[in-house]
């Protein structure tokens, strides 16, 4: 059974008004209703993260998400398959998960007892008699997303049941997706449930405007780069953003428009061109478990395992909520129209020697400590100057007007490290989802 | 970032926080007074005087003195889970080593740490201080916390409790540990980029 969504889906809104020519109108951060009609379409009109298989490794287990405002349950039933169940009792509305993760073989509601099966299957509803003849209690079974479906452990789920395959709406994120998970052969990602998990008071977009500026790191990240520059040295960490004697835009590193508003920044030609290990502003326990690696392994092996304690040095993009960030994954969580939160979960490696996961655990801490606050900081500056309605614009042109961007036989646009190509590209996806008559459902 | 290349001494290496520092601490985090007895009156005084001034530091914005309250092998570590885990398999808020408070100092002090600028000022009221003694030279002491914080228009409460390891080092009393065990560690914070 399907049932339609009952929210209003079409609008008064101009999006082609509020988004043109490298510029975006600030209602788009500040408008409440613009962000209700964000939470219904942009999440849930097409494919967004919803988590990774390997947090459901077992059968049995679960783990509470959110798509849009909408909380769900993400199960793994006895048999394996994956089901993303609207957190949502269907008798009065109250959620049957209350914990963030866990195993459960039933969801029982603790308001009137009715019980589903971890598939969403209604099983048990107390004084069933009572709800006379016509009742039907398949009716009554947890609503789920009508598609749902996962590429190498990634999840996504969508209520549209009229997008295309999700490989192919990964376009051109898929290939980059793949050299993400494929840095150290024969091993596989392992989402751990612990994050970093940061509030913000700021659009969620404004998280997303930066993840894919190479614009703002020498600026932002000042204080990273001096402690780096002036207590280790000149090569360290992600000074390549900032050398003055270069333009980073002449430099080897490159943001990319991968198509449906995926997007790539890529900090390999720098931070790998040679080791990126040796560059690493060091982390704690860095000398320690290097030894220890390196008198089990021997040098050889030791120096190329290091290399993937340390961030991949790609930023990917995944619209609209997943950014791919050093070995994290970044999951952003719009809460409202001007609060956001993102979680930071930190990825092991498996079939790889203890010491690597240590080291990525301390790697992985250091910039969402270090650097994002710095970042968030800004992000609530910029909501605060939001607020002037005689300003009305913020520019996102940077690089639409000096030819410098290439497209390639795949429709791929290549630009600028300085770019704001991401900021550009993902808008396109972001107003064809809101200007779209979407007919979004769930299915029992 | 044009900045002339200066002779440098590079910090002192993370060789101490190796499997065995994990180990032990995962240990006593399981139980942080299980070990030994409670301390004598005077070093459970010498013990409240040691956390409260290390609260006041921080309080003032004296980060250089404060971080000479540690050892030079001490570890500052606000878990991300409640109860705390294993920090070698799971990320933390933030586990620093002395290299890397070293960072945090030098970072707040570049006057390019745009996250405290302005900085967050803090209010730690310190109570419920236990101390055991786990040996001639070391005392582990827990602590309840509430740190009250305002910056720019917002005002906020942090609460939970601290897990404190003091060892003698060169005849002195430092903090070798400070685990920070936030009520709320699983969930999402503001900008907690002072020192707890």
Redesign the interface.
């Known amino acids: 059974m399907s049932q339609e969504n009952g929210h209003k889906n079409n609008s008064h809104y101009d999006w082609d008004a509020l988004m043109h020519d490298g510029l975006a109108h600030r209602s788009l951060y500040t408008d409440p209703a613009i962000f209700e009609l964000e939470m219904v379409k942009v999440f849930g009109g097409s494919w967004t993260f919803l988590g990774h298989e390997s947090e459901i490794a077992k059968p049995n287990d679960f783990i509470s998400r959110r798509l849009g405002l909408r909380p769900l349950i993400i199960t793994r039933d006895r048999d394996g398959k994956v089901h993303a169940l609207m957190n949502r009792c269907s008798h009065r509305g109250a959620t049957v998960c209350r914990l963030p993760s866990g195993s459960a073989k039933f969801f029982t509601c603790p308001y009137h007892g009715w019980g589903y099966t971890n598939q969403g299957e209604l099983i048990s509803v107390p004084g069933e008699g009572a709800y006379g003849e016509e009742y039907k209690r398949s009716d009554y079974n947890l609503a789920h997303l009508p598609r749902v479906d996962s590429y190498r452990g990634f999840i996504f789920g969508t209520l549209n049941p009229e997008v295309g395959p999700l490989l192919e709406w990964l376009a051109g994120a898929r290939p980059l997706l793949d050299q993400w998970l494929d840095r150290y052969p024969g091993t596989e990602i392992v989402v751990r449930s612990s994050a970093q998990r940061l509030v913000i008071r700021a659009n969620w977009k404004m998280i997303y405007d930066n993840a894919g500026d190479g614009y703002h790191p020498a600026y932002s990240h000042q204080s990273l780069l001096e402690i780096a520059a002036d207590r280790y040295g000149p090569e360290y960490d992600m000074q390549y953003f900032g050398k003055s004697s270069t333009d980073p835009d002449d430099s080897p590193l490159y943001v990319q428009s991968l198509g449906n508003g995926h997007t790539f920044l890529d900090q390999r030609p720098e931070m790998h061109a040679d080791s990126a290990w040796q560059r690493q502003r060091p982390q704690p326990s860095r000398e320690a478990y290097e030894n220890s690696l390196k008198s089990r392994v021997g040098e050889e092996e030791a120096r190329e395992l290091l290399e993937v304690a340390i961030g991949s040095g790609m930023n990917l993009t995944i619209f609209p909520n997943l950014l791919i960030v050093g070995n994290q994954l970044q999951v952003l969580e719009p809460l409202a129209v001007d609060r956001a939160q993102v979680n930071w979960y930190g990825t092991t490696l498996s079939g790889v020697p203890d010491e690597i996961n240590v080291l990525r655990m301390r790697t992985q801490e250091d910039f969402p400590a270090l650097g994002d606050v710095d970042d968030n900081a800004n992000f609530e500056a910029c909501q605060a100057g939001l607020a002037i309605p005689e300003m009305e614009w913020v520019d996102i042109s940077r690089h639409l007007r000096t030819r410098r961007e290439k497209i390639d036989a795949q429709g791929i646009i290549t630009g600028p490290v300085t770019d704001d190509l991401h900021m550009r590209s993902y808008y396109k996806e972001w107003k064809r989802l809101m200007s779209a008559d979407l007919k979004l459902t769930v299915e029992r | 970032?044009?900045?002339a290349?200066?002779s440098?001494q590079?910090?002192a290496?993370?060789?101490?926080?190796?499997?065995r520092?994990?180990e032990r601490l995962v240990q006593i985090s399981r139980g942080w007074l299980a070990a030994g007895e409670a301390a004598s009156a005077d070093l459970q005084n010498m013990c409240e005087r040691l956390l409260f001034k290390e609260a006041r530091l921080i309080d003032d914005g004296e980060f250089e003195q404060w971080l000479d309250l540690y050892s030079r092998d001490c570890?500052y570590w606000i878990p991300?889970?409640y109860p705390p885990?294993d920090?070698?398999?799971?990320?933390?808020?933030?586990?620093?080593?002395r290299?890397?408070l070293?960072?945090?100092v030098?970072?707040?002090r570049?006057?390019?740490?745009?996250?405290q600028?302005p900085p967050t000022r803090t209010a730690h009221l310190l109570s419920n201080v236990e101390v055991v003694a786990a040996g001639p030279d070391e005392l582990r002491a827990r602590t309840s916390f509430a740190i009250h914080t305002y910056r720019m228009e917002?005002y906020r409460t942090l609460a939970g409790w601290c897990g404190y390891i003091l060892i003698r080092e060169d005849g002195i009393w430092k903090i070798q540990v400070k685990q920070i065990n936030m009520i709320d560690a699983?969930?999402?914070?503001?900008?907690?980029?002072f020192f707890l």
Do not use: C
């Open positions: 970032m044009a900045r290349a200066k440098r590079l910090p290496p993370s060789l101490y926080l190796d499997d520092y994990y570890a991300a889970e885990g920090p070698r398999w799971e990320v933390s808020q933030e586990f620093n080593d290299r890397r070293e960072d945090r030098a970072r707040l570049t006057g390019h740490a745009y996250s600028i917002v699983d969930q999402g914070q503001e900008n907690n980029s």
